[in-house]
């Protein structure tokens, strides 16, 4: 099949769609745009190298859940971070220590809803749990990560090449898949400033060992 022009598809449940494919494709890329035009334009964004600071801030957003606030480490999931690393982490998770690096960032540029969401998130694990200690990690929804459930290890089957062309033979680096993380040490939390001086939300202290595939 060869395209000669634009070509629309929608992926979704199995419902009914009243207009065309191109026509609900472009109102949902104009809904699209606006909502981050509208957002931009909140932001304090400073003179110099103004497209890159807004690419980083819309980029760091892009990793906030509004409806729990949220705020996850990537939206990515095994995928090796290099060959042979043995590292293909699930970052779909909100790390409470690098959930703060986030919201500070953006706070600097004023988007200062992100940090009331990420309170109010914190806040729901705290009333939910009881416990004066914190794991590292949540799920998006405000769970707990559980530390014999956390982590599920999958081989891909055969003996093709690996990502990028490395050697199948790494079944315990580029072809070991992971889904969730093992980390479920108690994390302490302190108030937290920034080095202006100003309150921060929450800084989260503790680096669990994280286990290698053989682990599992």
């Not at 990793?63 to 480490?73: H, K, P, Q, R, Y």
């Not at 790390?95 to 309170?119: H, K, S």
Request: aromatic content about 8%; glycine content about 10%.
């Amino acid at each position: 099949m060869v395209l000669d022009g634009p070509c629309t598809f929608i992926l979704g449940p199995d419902e009914t769609v009243e207009e065309s494919p191109a026509g609900l494709a472009h109102h949902f890329l104009e809904e699209t745009r606006s909502y981050w035009q509208d957002w931009v334009r909140t932001l304090a964004i400073p003179f110099d190298w103004q497209e890159e600071v807004i690419r980083a801030a819309i980029t760091l957003k892009l990793c906030t859940f509004e409806d729990t606030g949220a705020v996850m480490a990537a939206l990515t999931t095994s995928i090796p971070e290099s060959p042979h690393s043995g590292r293909t982490w699930d970052y779909r998770y909100c790390w409470l220590r690098d959930a703060y690096f986030v919201i500070q960032a953006l706070n600097r540029l004023g988007a200062t809803r992100t940090m009331e969401g990420y309170l109010h998130y914190i806040d729901q694990i705290v009333a939910r749990s009881g416990v004066e200690s914190l794991q590292p990690l949540y799920r998006i929804s405000g769970d707990a990560m559980l530390r014999n459930a956390g982590s599920t290890r999958w081989r891909v089957p055969g003996d093709g090449p690996g990502p990028r062309g490395q050697p199948g033979g790494t079944a315990d680096s580029a072809r070991c898949v992971r889904l969730g993380d093992p980390g479920g040490e108690p994390a302490f939390l302190r108030p937290a400033t920034d080095p202006a001086g100003q309150p921060g939300v929450l800084r989260a202290a503790g680096s669990p060992r994280r286990a290698r595939c053989g682990d599992l």
